[in-house]
C-alpha cells in the first residue's frame, strides 16, 4: 500500500509559480474563485455562498492533508502571495497506488499557460515523490481546456459514462483520462 509520508507541506516551484499550502489567508481568493459560475461552470460542486463556506474550505484541505488523506496546493505566481488557484489530488486511493487530479484557476489568469506549468510539476511529484502508479483526471466532457489540458501531458481516454452525475437539477456527463507512469514523460 502507498504511504503518504509528509512531514511538512512540500512548496513547489516553477518558472513562474509557487505552490503551496493553502492557508487562512486564502479565504478571500477562495470565496472570490468558488463563488464564480464561470470557474465552477464544468465541476460539480456548488459555488460557495459565503466567506464562512470558503473558511470551511480551506480548513477541509488544511484537514486532509495533516490526516495523509489527499494533497492540494495554493498557485500563486512569483512574487506575490495571492492565490490563483488550486491543483492537487483530492482523491487518493493508497490502497491502488492511484491519485486523481483536480485543478482550478481564477478566469483573470486563463490562457497564460499557469496551468499547465502547474500541472506539469504536480505530475513530476504524483509520480517522482509520492510513488503514484496511475494518475486520473475526471473531467466534464464539455470543458474543453480541461480536456486538452490532459491530453497535452499525456493523459488517454479511458471512459465517458453517459449521465453518470447528478447535479444542480440535471444529470451530466463524464469522462475519465489517465496516465499510466510507464507512460510519463
Do not use: C
Request: avoid cysteine.
Amino acid at each position: 500500500m502507498l504511504i503518504l509520508s509528509f512531514d511538512k507541506f512540500p512548496v513547489l516551484e516553477t518558472e513562474r509559480l509557487i505552490l503551496r499550502a493553502i492557508s487562512q489567508g486564502d479565504v478571500p481568493a477562495m470565496f472570490y474563485q468558488r463563488s464564480k459560475r464561470e470557474l465552477m461552470e464544468y465541476i460539480s460542486i456548488p459555488l460557495l455562498k459565503s466567506k464562512r463556506d470558503a473558511e470551511d474550505l480551506v480548513k477541509n484541505y488544511q484537514f486532509l492533508f495533516e490526516q495523509k488523506i489527499s494533497i492540494s496546493w495554493a498557485i500563486t505566481v512569483k512574487g506575490s502571495p495571492e492565490m490563483i488557484g488550486t491543483v492537487g489530488y483530492p482523491r487518493i486511493s493508497k490502497e491502488n497506488y492511484r491519485g486523481e487530479i483536480g485543478y482550478s484557476l481564477d478566469p483573470a489568469y486563463w490562457g497564460k499557460g499557469y496551468m499547465n506549468e502547474a500541472v506539469g510539476e504536480v505530475l513530476k511529484y504524483g509520480f517522482n515523490n509520492l510513488k503514484f502508479h496511475r494518475i486520473e483526471a475526471v473531467i466534464n466532457p464539455e470543458n474543453a481546456a480541461s480536456v486538452n489540458l490532459a491530453l497535452k501531458h499525456g493523459f488517454v481516454k479511458e471512459a465517458y459514462f453517459k449521465d453518470y452525475t447528478f447535479f444542480d437539477g440535471e444529470f451530466w456527463d463524464t469522462a475519465v483520462y489517465s496516465l499510466l507512469a510507464s507512460n510519463y514523460r
